[in-house]
Structure formats: C-alpha cells, structure tokens
C-alpha cells in the first residue's frame, strides 16, 4: 500500500454490534471475551479494524447508548481488563479497535444527571438543559427521535429536561465549558488506554439553537414516516456551534499518533461536509449514509456517487467513506434481495472511500421477524407497527449450524434467524461460491490493487441497468461494471480492459477478448489489463 495513505484511508472498518456478535459466559449476550475469541475469524475476513457498539455501564434502555459511566465496561459485557486484553489481542493481530463515543446525552442513570436533577442549584444543574413550563405545558414543539415528545417534566425541581432520545437520555448542554472539558477527558481517557479511534454518535444533535424556539413543519413528512420527521429540524439538528465542539475532539485526537474519528450525522450531502471540518479540521470521516438510503437504481447510484465525489471535491482534506447497513436499518440483504446484495458488497469494496461492514453482512444475513413477545427495541415499543424497530437487524451473528448458531449456549436476548443452520459462517467458509468467499475475495482483491482502495474514481455512470465506473493508481486502471437487473446485460468494456479478476459468481477469472462482455442476471465483475 503506498505509504502516504492511513490505515483508516486504505483499511476496512468492520462494526461489532456486542450484544450479538459472541457471547462467552451463557447468559445470551454477547461479551467482550467473545470478541476476541472471534478475531482471528476477523483477521481471515481481512477487515483493518474493528468498531464496537457501545460497552459502558449502562441501564440499556436504549442497549448501551444510555451511558451510565464512560469509563468503564458493563459487566454484562465483561471488565476493563478484559477491554485491555482485547485491545492487546487486537493490535497482536494488526488489527485497530474503534470505541462508540456517545456526546450528546448521558443515562438518566448518570451521577451527573442524578446530581443536576437533584436541585435547580446543583452545580451540575446546567450540565443539561432545562427549561420552565411554557403556558400550556412543554417549552417547544420538539419531538423525540424515538416519538413523543422531547421534554419531560421533572415534578420535585418542576422544570422541562430536554431529550432528543429517550427520556432516560438527557441531553448534555454542550454550551457548559465543564461538560466539553468532562467530555474530552472521556476521550483522553480510552486513547491512553490504546484505542485507535471513535465512532461518534449523533453529532448533529449535539447543540440546540438557543432560544429553542419551535421547529416548522416538513411538508414532505408522510403518514407512517417517523413522527419525529413531522417536524423541519431546522432548529435542533446540525447546528453551526457543533463544528467548534468536533474541532476540539480532533484536536485532541491529533495529540494522539494516528487516530481515528468517524462521525455520525445522517444529513444530505452538502450537510454533510462541513463535519469535516469548517475552520478547524473536523472528522476524518463523517459517515456517508446515501447508499442505505437511496432506492437501489443505477441511475440514483451513479447520481449519488458523482454528487458525494463533487462535494468531496470542494475540499481538500476529505477522504470518503461508504456503509450498507448497521444496528439502526434494515440489512441490505433485505433491502435490495440476496442476488443484489452480492452486487452491492463489490460496488461497497471497490468505490474509492473506507467501506465500513455491518456484521453479518458477510455472510448475507437477513432482517430477522421478530414476534412480539421477543420486542426490545423502545423504538418499536414507543411507536409501534410503522416498522421503525430495530432488533432485526440485530440478531445474533450465525457461527455455524449447532444450537443457536454457536452465538450462546444460553438463551439469546433476541432470536436468531431461522436460517441459521444454512446460513453461517462455517458452511460458508468451506463453499467457494458464498457471500463469505466473496467479501474474502473482494477485499484482498482491494488489498492487492491500490487503484481499488486508494486510486483516482473515475465517472460513475448508468447504462440501462449496468453501473460502471473506474479506478486509477499508478499507471493502472480497474473498470467494475454492475449489473442490477435479473436479467442478462451487454457491456461495452474499454479497450485493454481484458482480464476479469473477479465476479460476483466467483466462477469466471477469465480473458475476454471481444469489445463486450456478457453480465449474467444480477452479475457484477471487475476488469483490468490482462
Ligand atoms: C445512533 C445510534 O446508532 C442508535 O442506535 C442510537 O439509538 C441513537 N444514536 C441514540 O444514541
Ligand atoms: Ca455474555
């Protein structure tokens, strides 16, 4: 790999979900022992590092981004020493480990919400924001992100706390100098510790406009959308003094010798590039959401891709990134179908921009059906039947075909598919045809061409239903022709281009002499010179 490139610009981010990657002491969920007993698998994989879900004390009301304590582990999932065997085994391996930083609230839990609830004096009362009733009842018309609305009333100190979550997560008050100092000692705290980076959660909520006045409508919300959507954010998202916050965790994080923080703020595109940084160096990576997003369609693909690389263009230090799924959407496997999803893990491995995997997403796990004595998502309990719920997706990773998928030799906090016998890790890892062989083939493919993960993109454009674009790097070029229809497409390939190196099929590596290749029904393939 050329040497000017970091780890986090030419590697690939794979997300650990704890609760349901591998659980080590039978009590269903998964644990920190579990992690590193799975890493070699991860090392196989051929991913560069590994981001965790939340692992802090926590009450799980919103399973572990209700931080009760930021210095340490829940001991559902383990100790700090643990934590540290695992960083140690990581970092044995080559492999990074990225925390999940939660800024914007605490759990209600928290001592700092305890001490701040406890009197209007307390000294930590302006740690979070509180506001007298309005007449009429609460200060404003905000909504909660998981429904209701985002004020609860407090009876003994009667006054309004403000949640952009859930109740039993408060919203710090970010305008408090003691909380940004507070804050960045949590930082400090785990990158002494060895951890390569953060995954920083909701950062566009992170400040409200001061005067909190009410938010307008959004004409474009529609009946069965999310009732948080019901209302233009405009005054309690992606505010201009969040830049000055994320410009000191970066500056912070660059005292540190090649850290990592990847931001999380699902905005539009030109939104979207100010996290990395205004005056002030900002994220190295605000995640890119647009292909979860987006109806699957080479047309709104290619659109979307040449959009995100123009905007990208307007700035110099902006390195891309790409995602499929996480904890919070319905799997891609799901979304666009198992034929597609194989064609959407070669377009997340050769587009230039880190990729980040969702785990299970290797072996084309599905959204799971959850009955409803098995709910755990507040979202789905809060605002039930529009289909916001999040536990499918979050069901157990499926190891191998013994009970439970080999996840626990408990019983599992959520049910695991009931595909699992079939689909699984060790099933897929001795049949060359699998999603498994695929992720494994696509990623050392990207290893062995820079132009893949670090080279020049070159157009992304549609030609009825075939996505094409190329790579450059040092004299070399890649073309990966994409094609999204179930039925078979003629691709005019470039001249030169006559090798192909791989297929989404993995039966064909093969010359191809003419001027076109024949793409099979849902077939995506990626050339270079023979
Ligand atoms: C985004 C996280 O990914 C999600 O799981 C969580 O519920 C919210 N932020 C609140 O922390
Ligand atoms: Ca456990």
Same mark, same amino acid.
């Given at each position: 790999?050329?040497?000017?490139?970091?780890?986090?610009?030419?590697?690939?981010?794979?997300?650990?979900?704890?609760?349901?990657?591998?659980?080590?002491?039978?009590?269903?969920?998964?644990?920190?022992?579990?992690?590193?007993?799975?890493?070699?698998?991860?090392?196989?994989?051929?991913?560069?590092?590994?981001?965790?879900?939340?692992?802090?004390?926590?009450?799980?009301?919103?399973?572990?981004?209700?931080?009760?304590?930021?210095?340490?582990?829940?001991?559902?999932?383990?100790?700090?020493?643990?934590?540290?065997?695992?960083?140690?085994?990581?970092?044995?391996?080559?492999?990074?480990?990225?925390?999940?930083?939660?800024?914007?609230?605490?759990?209600?839990?928290?001592?700092?919400?305890?001490?701040?609830?406890?009197?209007?004096?307390?000294?930590?009362?302006?740690?979070?924001?509180?506001?007298?009733?309005?007449?009429?009842?609460?200060?404003?018309?905000?909504?909660?992100?998981?429904?209701?609305?985002?004020?609860?009333?407090?009876?003994?100190?009667?006054?309004?706390?403000?949640?952009?979550?859930?109740?039993?997560?408060?919203?710090?008050?970010?305008?408090?100098?003691?909380?940004?100092?507070?804050?960045?000692?949590?930082?400090?705290?785990?990158?002494?510790?060895?951890?390569?980076?953060?995954?920083?959660?909701?950062?566009?909520?992170?400040?409200?406009?001061?005067?909190?006045?009410?938010?307008?409508?959004?004409?474009?919300?529609?009946?069965?959308?999310?009732?948080?959507?019901?209302?233009?954010?405009?005054?309690?998202?992606?505010?201009?003094?969040?830049?000055?916050?994320?410009?000191?965790?970066?500056?912070?994080?660059?005292?540190?010798?090649?850290?990592?923080?990847?931001?999380?703020?699902?905005?539009?595109?030109?939104?979207?590039?100010?996290?990395?940084?205004?005056?002030?160096?900002?994220?190295?990576?605000?995640?890119?959401?647009?292909?979860?997003?987006?109806?699957?369609?080479?047309?709104?693909?290619?659109?979307?891709?040449?959009?995100?690389?123009?905007?990208?263009?307007?700035?110099?230090?902006?390195?891309?990134?790409?995602?499929?799924?996480?904890?919070?959407?319905?799997?891609?496997?799901?979304?666009?179908?198992?034929?597609?999803?194989?064609?959407?893990?070669?377009?997340?491995?050769?587009?230039?921009?880190?990729?980040?995997?969702?785990?299970?997403?290797?072996?084309?796990?599905?959204?799971?059906?959850?009955?409803?004595?098995?709910?755990?998502?507040?979202?789905?309990?809060?605002?039930?039947?529009?289909?916001?719920?999040?536990?499918?997706?979050?069901?157990?990773?499926?190891?191998?075909?013994?009970?439970?998928?080999?996840?626990?030799?408990?019983?599992?906090?959520?049910?695991?598919?009931?595909?699992? =016998?079939? $689909?699984? @890790?060790?099933?897929?890892?001795? !049949?060359?045809?699998? +999603?498994? %062989?695929?992720?494994?083939?696509?990623? /050392?493919?990207?290893?062995?061409?820079?132009?893949?993960?670090?080279?020049?993109?070159?157009?992304?454009?549609?030609?009825?239903?075939?996505?094409?674009?190329?790579?450059?790097?040092?004299? =070399?070029? $890649?073309? @990966?022709?994409?094609?999204?229809? !179930?039925?078979?497409? +003629?691709? %005019?390939?470039?001249?030169?281009?006559? /090798?192909?190196?791989?297929?989404?099929?993995?039966?064909?590596?093969?010359?191809?002499?003419?001027?076109?290749?024949?793409?099979?029904?849902?077939?995506?393939?990626?050339?270079?010179?023979?």
């Amino acid at each position: 790999m050329p040497a000017k490139y970091r780890w986090w610009q030419s590697g690939i981010v794979y997300q650990v979900y704890p609760r349901s990657f591998q659980d080590s002491n039978r009590d269903g969920i998964g644990d920190l022992k579990g992690i590193a007993a799975r890493l070699d698998y991860l090392v196989e994989l051929g991913v560069d590092a590994v981001w965790v879900s939340p692992i802090f004390p926590s009450p799980m009301a919103d399973f572990g981004y209700d931080v009760a304590d930021y210095a340490g582990i829940d001991p559902m999932f383990g100790t700090l020493s643990d934590f540290d065997a695992l960083v140690a085994a990581a970092h044995a391996r080559g492999l990074k480990i990225i925390l999940d930083f939660v800024p914007n609230h605490t759990s209600d839990q928290h001592p700092w919400f305890v001490e701040s609830r406890s009197s209007r004096t307390n000294a930590k009362r302006d740690w979070y924001i509180w506001r007298d009733a309005k007449t009429g009842g609460v200060p404003n018309n905000w909504v909660s992100e998981f429904g209701g609305s985002a004020w609860t009333w407090d009876a003994a100190t009667q006054q309004y706390y403000y949640h952009a979550f859930l109740k039993a997560q408060p919203d710090l008050n970010w305008r408090n100098p003691d909380v940004r100092a507070a804050m960045l000692a949590v930082l400090r705290f785990w990158l002494d510790r060895g951890v390569d980076g953060f995954r920083v959660d909701a950062i566009h909520h992170l400040i409200e406009a001061e005067h909190l006045n009410d938010n307008p409508p959004n004409p474009d919300w529609r009946e069965g959308q999310s009732p948080a959507r019901r209302l233009a954010r405009v005054y309690s998202l992606d505010q201009a003094e969040t830049h000055d916050c994320i410009a000191e965790m970066r500056a912070l994080a660059d005292t540190y010798e090649n850290r990592v923080l990847i931001g999380e703020a699902s905005l539009p595109i030109e939104q979207l590039m100010a996290y990395y940084g205004k005056e002030a160096p900002g994220f190295h990576l605000p995640f890119n959401f647009h292909l979860i997003k987006s109806s699957w369609d080479p047309q709104v693909i290619a659109a979307l891709i040449e959009q995100y690389e123009g905007a990208l263009a307007g700035g110099a230090e902006r390195w891309p990134n790409w995602v499929l799924g996480n904890h919070d959407r319905s799997r891609v496997a799901s979304r666009i179908g198992p034929a597609q999803a194989r064609v959407a893990a070669m377009l997340l491995l050769t587009l230039r921009g880190t990729p980040t995997i969702y785990q299970g997403e290797e072996i084309g796990m599905a959204d799971v059906p959850i009955p409803t004595q098995c709910l755990r998502d507040p979202w789905e309990k809060n605002v039930p039947g529009l289909g916001l719920g999040r536990d499918p997706e979050r069901t157990p990773m499926q190891w191998d075909a013994s009970g439970n998928a080999g996840f626990t030799g408990g019983d599992p906090w959520l049910p695991l598919s009931s595909d699992y =016998r079939a $689909v699984n @890790v060790e099933a897929q890892r001795t !049949d060359d045809r699998s +999603m498994l %062989s695929l992720y494994r083939a696509l990623i /050392a493919l990207r290893r062995r061409e820079p132009a893949l993960s670090v080279g020049v993109h070159v157009k992304a454009e549609a030609i009825g239903s075939v996505l094409t674009y190329r790579r450059f790097h040092a004299g =070399r070029w $890649v073309t @990966v022709a994409l094609n999204f229809a !179930d039925e078979p497409q +003629m691709f %005019s390939k470039p001249v030169d281009q006559d /090798a192909i190196l791989i297929s989404t099929h993995l039966d064909r590596v093969e010359p191809e002499r003419g001027n076109a290749v024949r793409l099979r029904p849902n077939e995506g393939i990626v050339l270079a010179a023979a």
